[in-house]
């Protein structure tokens, strides 16, 4: 029997304190450093019933729950990808979790790899809208009329102001572009590249989309930055590869871990 999400937020609340969540984080490959940070506690997804094995490798697989520059944070340190089951919404249930312990922000972290040649490996990037390449859906089978979500702001533009003022302060250039879906695990052709360059995205990457459906779908403003891992192919002579995703990661991994903590503190994670 799976537990009910009210369950899981339960179980979640004894072990971390009963205290409502402000902000909920996705960290992506390479990026769960953030978490160590956190005055909380974890707790192993196994622990709770139908959240995704994370089998990626450069993933955790835990929730954090804690304060993060005096911020009541929820991370999900390690993130369940389509590729890995074919399911779209392998995110549901831990973001329905983090909905039902309060969050009503969602910051996702990925990484990525660039089209453009202003924005490279090392880059952050703040998504300023995506294209769902992958034509797949996390709510296709949801019954209710909800499942008609507006996208027109998906990426919430007071959050994004919010993110450039934070990179701004810390002196990080964060500039705005579109994220392009694609399901993965292969990498893009660099004939896919230029399709999607002609179709006006700025990066791609193999996460994020389905989750800021589903978070509009709960509700939760958006804001999700990428760590440019790579060009994207036949774009330079760079290797593009799992590892080489790794590697580069860290990279823009501390500068996105003060933009992400310049927020919390400056805007009490509001914004
Ligand atoms: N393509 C897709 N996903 C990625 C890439 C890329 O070039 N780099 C990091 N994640």
Same mark, same amino acid.
């Given at each position: 029997?799976?537990?009910?999400?009210?369950? #899981?937020?339960?179980?979640?609340? !004894?072990?971390?304190?009963?205290?409502?969540?402000?902000? =909920?984080?996705?960290? =992506? %490959?390479?990026? =769960?450093?953030? !978490? !160590?940070?956190?005055?909380?506690?974890?707790?192993?997804?196994?622990?709770?019933?139908?959240?995704?094995?994370?089998?990626?490798?450069?993933?955790?697989?835990?929730?954090?729950?804690?304060?993060?520059?005096?911020?009541?944070?929820? /991370?999900?340190?390690?993130?369940?990808?389509?590729?890995?089951?074919?399911?779209?919404?392998?995110?549901?249930?831990?973001?329905?979790?983090?909905?039902?312990?309060?969050?009503?922000?969602?910051?996702?972290?990925?990484?990525?790899? %660039?089209?453009?040649?202003?924005?490279?490996?090392?880059?952050?990037?703040? #998504? %300023?809208?995506?294209?769902?390449?992958?034509?797949?859906?996390?709510?296709?089978?949801?019954?209710?009329?909800?499942?008609?979500?507006?996208?027109?702001?998906?990426?919430?533009?007071?959050?994004?102001?919010?993110?450039?003022?934070? !990179?701004?302060?810390?002196?990080?250039?964060?500039?705005?572009?579109?994220?392009?879906?694609?399901?993965?695990?292969?990498?893009?052709?660099?004939?896919?590249?230029?399709? /999607?360059?002609?179709?006006?995205?700025?990066?791609?990457?193999?996460?994020?989309?389905?989750?800021?459906?589903?978070?509009?779908?709960?509700?939760?403003?958006?804001?999700?930055?990428?760590? /440019?891992?790579?060009?994207?192919?036949?774009? %330079?002579?760079?290797? /593009?590869?799992?590892?080489?995703?790794?590697?580069?990661?860290?990279?823009?991994?501390?500068?996105?871990?003060?933009?992400?903590?310049?927020?919390?503190?400056?805007?009490? =994670?509001?914004?």
């Amino acid at each position: 029997m799976t537990a009910s999400i009210e369950e #899981l937020a339960a179980r979640v609340r !004894a072990r971390a304190g009963a205290e409502p969540v402000a902000v =909920g984080l996705i960290l =992506g %490959s390479g990026l =769960g450093h953030v !978490a !160590a940070g956190v005055d909380g506690v974890a707790i192993g997804y196994e622990d709770l019933p139908g959240f995704p094995h994370a089998g990626v490798s450069g993933h955790r697989a835990e929730l954090v729950v804690g304060a993060l520059e005096g911020v009541r944070v929820a /991370i999900l340190s390690g993130r369940a990808h389509y590729y890995e089951t074919g399911d779209p919404a392998a995110m549901r249930r831990p973001l329905e979790v983090l909905a039902a312990l309060g969050a009503d922000r969602l910051v996702l972290t990925n990484a990525a790899g %660039s089209l453009r040649g202003d924005i490279r490996t090392g880059d952050l990037m703040l #998504l %300023s809208d995506h294209i769902n390449f992958s034509g797949l859906n996390p709510l296709i089978g949801e019954p209710s009329d909800r499942r008609f979500v507006p996208m027109g702001e998906a990426h919430d533009p007071r959050l994004r102001a919010a993110m450039r003022a934070a !990179a701004a302060a810390e002196q990080v250039a964060l500039p705005e572009g579109v994220y392009a879906w694609y399901s993965g695990p292969s990498f893009e052709t660099p004939a896919e590249i230029r399709a /999607i360059r002609t179709l006006g995205a700025d990066a791609v990457g193999m996460s994020t989309v389905p989750e800021v459906i589903l978070a509009r779908f709960l509700g939760l403003r958006v804001a999700a930055i990428s760590t /440019i891992t790579n060009m994207a192919a036949g774009l %330079s002579d760079e290797a /593009i590869s799992h590892e080489h995703t790794k590697a580069m990661a860290p990279l823009g991994a501390a500068k996105l871990e003060r933009v992400l903590r310049r927020w919390l503190r400056e805007t009490g =994670g509001r914004g």
